[in-house]
């Protein structure tokens, strides 16, 4: 099968959604698999007759008719926001996306204790927020670290006493360390759970292989590889992990290794959502985004000039990619300017996984650090090739899938 793997080699935002959606419209494809992340997706995808949606849980090729979704078990699942997220859906016109979804059973829940213990964190954090999402990820993710044999996970969704007793341990345990939560009670929470256990079908760890033998599939990474847990710039990271890794691990186990090609995603223009390095940052850049606003928890978009020193570390750290798809052609206004060192830096080096001190001084380096900007390129994907040293496969000059032009017949979809 020509499965591919797609990751944002950037901090996320650059279209991977839109790119996940021309792959399903090119080619027959069988699933789309969620390897990381949760709620806090936002996969914008638009079709060529208007209609809209933001992916979050949900599959980015979910549009196509017969396209499936599988949420594995490195995905924090939001049963109460994939509710909401399916209702939107049948709105546009796709009344069938809950039917063509699986979900691993031992993923972990995200809950309302989670979104508002969140919350309450990133408010005391005052000026020195991360940029959180609010939706909870995270703390689901270090709840589950520290209590791995009583997390609340989705198969606990069709065991209602099983559920109970864990939501109230989460529950007593955040409300002891961070005083009253937002959040109703566990009662209350309990139908919306087993309504999520009858309406979803909840598989285990081996149904994947069995997918992946059944057709091709998209593996549709979340955020980007500059908020990975270990390699992006911390603090201001995610919980989880946004390279290749996620993906690999479950190709390895259904015996499927190195099956399928390797895809990463960048933005003709470096962007960040919140707080935390963006060394190419130019308030003058004349670019806005109306699907990213600023919100009160990630706080505003900024642009940046394309940062090659950023996308090479990215590159790095995620171990390589087969080839690259350009996005947000469009906006390649003449102000836009190409990063390929800093004023104190040529290249950045990944250390190795969990090293967070290290990531930490890194952090602050790239806070002092200022781009030393050229002209912008005549040809894009020409200079963003040579100075990545993979292809572009394929570029994005729009936000439908019409608007994606294959560098070469087919190259999307040649395994490796």
């Given at each position: ?7 944002d080699l ?29 709620a806090?997706?936002a996969h ?8 809209h949606?933001?992916?979050?849980q949900f599959?980015?090729g ?5 396209v ?5 078990r ?17 709105a ?8 063509r ?8 829940l ?14 005391a954090?005052?000026a ?10 995270g703390?689901?993710v270090a ?8 997390a609340?996970r ?5 065991h ?8 109230t ?12 939560l ?6 209350d929470c309990?139908p919306?759970?087993?309504a999520f256990?009858?309406?979803v079908?909840i598989v ?5 292989a069995?997918?992946?033998r ?14 990975d ?10 919980w ?5 890794a ?13 099956s ?7 933005r003709?223009t470096?962007?960040r ?15 806005a985004d109306?699907?990213?606003p ?6 505003r ?7 090659a020193?950023?996308?090479r570390y990215?590159?790095?750290?995620a171990?390589?990619?087969d080839?690259?798809?350009l996005?947000?052609?469009d906006?390649?206004?003449?102000a ?6 800093y ?10 996984a ?15 650090a200022?781009?030393?900007?050229d ?9 963003v090739a040579a100075?990545l040293?993979?292809p572009?496969?394929l ?22």
């Amino acid at each position: 099968m020509n499965h591919v793997m797609v990751v944002d080699l950037g901090y996320g935002d650059a279209g991977k959604g839109t790119v996940v959606d021309w792959l399903c419209a090119s080619r027959p494809v069988h699933t789309v698999v969620r390897f990381n992340g949760g709620a806090q997706a936002a996969h914008n995808v638009v079709l060529r007759d208007g209609r809209h949606h933001t992916f979050a849980q949900f599959g980015s090729g979910t549009f196509r008719p017969g396209v499936r979704t599988h949420l594995s078990r490195h995905v924090v699942v939001d049963p109460l926001a994939l509710a909401a997220e399916a209702d939107h859906l049948t709105a546009v016109g796709v009344p069938d996306a809950l039917d063509r979804l699986t979900v691993d059973g031992e993923a972990l829940l995200a809950t309302p204790y989670h979104r508002a213990a969140n919350r309450a964190r990133e408010t005391a954090r005052g000026a020195d927020r991360h940029g959180s999402c609010g939706l909870g990820v995270g703390e689901a993710v270090a709840y589950g670290l520290a209590h791995p044999d009583e997390a609340p996970r989705v198969a606990d969704c069709a065991h209602p006493a099983v559920l109970r007793r864990r939501l109230t341990a989460l529950r007593d345990r955040l409300t002891a360390e961070l005083g009253p939560l937002d959040a109703p009670p566990v009662e209350d929470c309990l139908p919306a759970y087993a309504a999520f256990a009858d309406r979803v079908a909840i598989v285990d760890r081996a149904h994947l292989a069995g997918v992946l033998r059944a057709g091709t599939c998209v593996f549709e990474g979340a955020q980007g590889v500059l908020l990975d847990e270990w390699h992006g710039f911390h603090p201001y990271t995610t919980w989880s992990t946004t390279t290749f890794a996620n993906a690999e691990a479950l190709l390895t186990e259904a015996g499927l290794a190195g099956s399928a090609q390797r895809l990463g995603v960048l933005r003709v223009t470096t962007t960040r959502h919140g707080p935390g390095p963006l060394v190419t940052e130019d308030p003058a850049l004349p670019f806005a985004d109306p699907r990213n606003p600023t919100n009160p928890w990630q706080g505003r978009f900024r642009f940046g000039h394309f940062d090659a020193v950023a996308h090479r570390y990215a590159l790095a750290a995620a171990g390589g990619v087969d080839g690259l798809a350009l996005t947000h052609l469009d906006l390649a206004a003449p102000a836009l300017r190409i990063c390929r060192r800093y004023d104190t830096v040529d290249r950045l080096t990944p250390g190795p996984a969990g090293d967070l001190d290290r990531q930490a001084a890194l952090t602050a380096r790239l806070l002092r650090a200022r781009p030393v900007l050229d002209e912008a390129p005549t040809d894009w994907p020409a200079a963003v090739a040579a100075e990545l040293g993979a292809p572009v496969l394929l570029t994005s000059h729009g936000p439908t899938a019409e608007d994606k032009v294959p560098a070469l017949a087919g190259a999307v979809s040649t395994p490796r």
